[in-house]
């Protein structure tokens, strides 16, 4: 039976548009996540300010932090008028409050005409806003302003105003896509079409370079036991023929993955859905599978063919 799409046998989901969906999960994990708005004069210097302050941010296993942008936002939509980028730094807890000192202290405050407000809700809050005044050397003043408690520090261009306190909650990383097809080019555009998918999810970041993992890892070595994490040899289609098991046959050339992570476990789902129904039209994808480890590391277990029940 084949409905919108979907096709089953029996009772069992087996292909999307005719690409299988793979029987398994996603094994994601809980992580904390900051989450802010920047504003700046002008659409161009916004996008500075956020690229610079999610950069060096991809994967916890060398990063300090997983950040990414989580949307634009119209001068309607920001507390001072102006144009905005919403981002998301994730962290274990004790690392984060570190993080954003450094990430806004040198990546915002430096960048001209920015601004930093809180964005959502938060389980917790940090005085990331309250400990950036000592860069004012004593100049610098709390304020109330467009209805937020504001620290202006001086600088030579005018005032870097922020919020004087950011929100704090558990959130959800790790989610994953990782998709199979016959070609490099295939394998890039469907990625390209995930995460273009993705983008439009609110409260969720793609962390990789242009939201697309292209080295997926595993945990650990078998050769080197100083390394954390290694090539996922069963994924490599060049090691095809040289690996025990395989996760490719013949027809795959290439593989990519999308890794997501979320405020909450629900926005993960919904991106993950968004994302493999519109790599799955990409001519030339076999096949979507994601990546785990055996329910060992992460307590968010996210199976694919349950997301379209």
Same mark, same amino acid.
């Given at each position: 039976m084949i409905k919108d799409g979907i096709k089953f046998s029996g009772?069992?989901?087996?292909?999307?548009? !005719?690409?299988?969906?793979?029987?398994?999960? +996603?094994?994601? #994990?809980?992580?904390?996540? &900051?989450?802010?708005?920047?504003?700046?004069?002008?659409?161009?210097?916004?996008?500075?300010?956020? =690229?610079?302050?999610?950069?060096?941010?991809? &994967?916890?296993?060398?990063? &300090?932090?997983? +950040?990414?942008?989580?949307? #634009?936002?119209?001068?309607?939509?920001?507390?001072?008028?102006?144009?905005?980028?919403?981002?998301?730094? #994730?962290?274990?807890?004790?690392?984060?409050?570190?993080?954003?000192?450094?990430?806004?202290?040198?990546?915002?405050?430096?960048?001209?005409?920015? =601004?930093?407000? +809180?964005?959502?809700?938060? =389980?917790?809050?940090?005085d990331t806003g309250y400990k950036m005044k000592f860069f004012g050397d004593g100049y610098e003043e709390i304020r109330e302003s467009y209805g937020r408690e504001i620290i202006a520090v001086p600088l030579m261009m005018g005032e870097f105003e922020i919020e004087k306190n950011l929100p704090v909650s558990k959130g959800v990383a790790g989610g994953n896509l990782i998709i199979l097809a016959q070609t490099q080019?295939?394998?890039?555009?469907?990625?390209?079409? +995930?995460?273009?998918?993705?983008?439009?999810?609110?409260?969720?970041?793609?962390? #990789?370079?242009? !939201?697309?993992?292209?080295?997926?890892?595993?945990?650990?070595?078998?050769?080197?036991?100083?390394?954390?994490?290694?090539?996922?040899?069963?994924?490599?289609?060049?090691?095809?023929?040289?690996?025990e098991g395989s996760a490719l046959s013949s027809e795959i050339g290439a593989v990519s993955e999308v890794v997501i992570d979320g405020i909450s476990e629900d926005s993960v789902k919904r991106a993950m859905k968004a994302g493999i129904e519109a790599a799955v039209k990409i001519q030339g994808v076999k096949k979507i599978t994601a990546g785990n480890y055996g329910g060992n590391f992460g307590k968010v277990h996210i199976y694919l063919r349950d997301l379209f029940e």
């Open positions: 009772s069992e989901f087996v292909k999307l548009h !005719g690409v299988e969906i793979d029987n398994t999960f +996603a094994e994601a #994990f809980e992580l904390w996540y &900051s989450s802010f708005l920047i504003t700046a004069i002008n659409k161009k210097w916004v996008l500075e300010a956020a =690229r610079e302050a999610t950069g060096f941010g991809t &994967s916890m296993i060398g990063c &300090s932090s997983e +950040a990414g942008i989580e949307g #634009f936002y119209s001068p309607a939509e920001t507390p001072d008028g102006r144009p905005g980028v919403g981002v998301i730094i #994730f962290a274990v807890r004790k690392k984060l409050e570190t993080d954003l000192i450094n990430r806004i202290g040198q990546c915002v405050l430096t960048s001209p005409t920015a =601004r930093v407000f +809180a964005m959502g809700e938060g =389980r917790e809050s940090i080019a295939s394998a890039l555009l469907a990625a390209e079409a +995930a995460v273009e998918a993705i983008d439009s999810v609110e409260g969720v970041i793609t962390p #990789f370079p242009g !939201g697309i993992v292209g080295s997926g890892s595993k945990v650990g070595s078998k050769e080197y036991s100083f390394m954390h994490a290694t090539t996922n040899e069963k994924f490599c289609p060049t090691l095809k023929d040289k690996v």
